[in-house]
Every structure is written in C-alpha cells, then in structure tokens.
C-alpha cells in the first residue's frame, strides 16, 4: 500500500472560498447569466463543490441554479482492473440537460479520464447545449486532451505527488494539500 505524507497545504478555507466565488463570476460572465444554466458535480467531492457555486450564484443573481450529481463508476475505462462486476450507481439530476449548458464541477483535473467518463454519462442522459468543466483544482499531467473552463488554482505537481481536497462534508475542513509518496 502507497502511503503519503503532507507536504504542503496549497489552499486553506479561505482562499476555496475565494476561488469559488471567482469561478462563480466567472460562469455568470461567461454565459451571460443563469438561462438555460445546470451544474453537475462528479461524485464525490464536485457534488459538494457544485452545491457552493449554485449558492454563490444565488447570492450574486438571485436565483437558483439546479445542481445536479454524477457517478461516473460505470464509465470509467479502468473497471476491468477494478473489478469483475462493477457497481451501477444512478444520477441525480432532475432537470433535463437537453438544450442547456451543462456546468461540470470536480475538485482535481489530473489526467482527464474522470472526466471523459462523465461526459459519457452525461451524453447517455441527453444531448446538452454546452458542456463546461470548472475545476476546484488543475495539477496538470493530462492523459487526454481536456481542459478546464474554469479553474480555482492550477497547481503544477510532479508525478510522485498526490493532490488532497478536504470538503467540511466529507473530511471536517476545508483546504488543499500535495502529499509525497514516502
């Protein structure tokens, strides 16, 4: 078992909040407001992440986007060294995708692969007006040839390092950490 040890802390909760409300703008500005307008966060921590940008877009407009969530464990290329019968997990996502702009929301863009999965399970569930990908963080090393619209801090790492986003949701904190293999 690989194990990590912290290294440095690249973001604490209030440069996430920062960076969240920028990418919130920066969305607004981008597609002209709220019409037409759904966020998807990636299960796990982009479910969390989707739900702080649709509540800085209410602040800022006054209205609610719909958020949405995305498990992309069936979709991912790598199941067959994962495991023999995968898990199929359902999306939740109320408001039909047809003819709008789809805003997909994670915490870590590193190869893309997680990525490309949930654009498969995003063309599986209709045919979206515009996909965009906002990014908590981008640590670079892409395997396929995607890129964020929008990303909260591009944080170069080398391949020996691992990038962690604690979520209050899921880990009691907030902030950004790389982690070194040890």
């Known amino acids: 078992m690989t194990t990590f040890v912290e290294k440095a802390q690249v973001m604490d909760e209030k440069s996430m909040l920062r960076a969240i409300t920028r990418i919130s703008h920066e969305i607004l500005e981008q597609n002209k407001g709220t019409d037409n307008l759904v966020l998807v966060g990636i299960k796990r921590r982009g479910i969390p992440l989707a739900q702080k940008i649709a509540a800085k877009i209410k602040e800022i407009e006054g209205i609610s986007v719909p958020v949405g969530t995305i498990d992309i464990t069936y979709y991912r290329d790598d199941l067959t060294k994962k ?32 990525v490309r999965s949930a654009l498969d399970a995003l063309t599986d569930l209709g045919r979206a007006k515009r996909i965009q990908l906002a990014i908590l963080v981008d640590r670079g090393h892409r395997e396929l040839p995607i890129r964020a619209d929008f990303v909260g801090k591009n944080v170069p790492t080398s391949l020996k390092e691992h990038v962690r986003v604690n979520i209050e949701d899921f880990d009691g904190t907030n902030g950004v950490f790389i982690l070194e293999k040890k």
């Open 83 to 114: 495991s023999e019968k995968p898990k199929v997990f359902g999306e939740n996502i109320t408001t039909k995708i047809d003819d709008k702009i789809v805003v997909l929301v994670d915490d870590v863009l590193y190869t893309g692969r997680t």
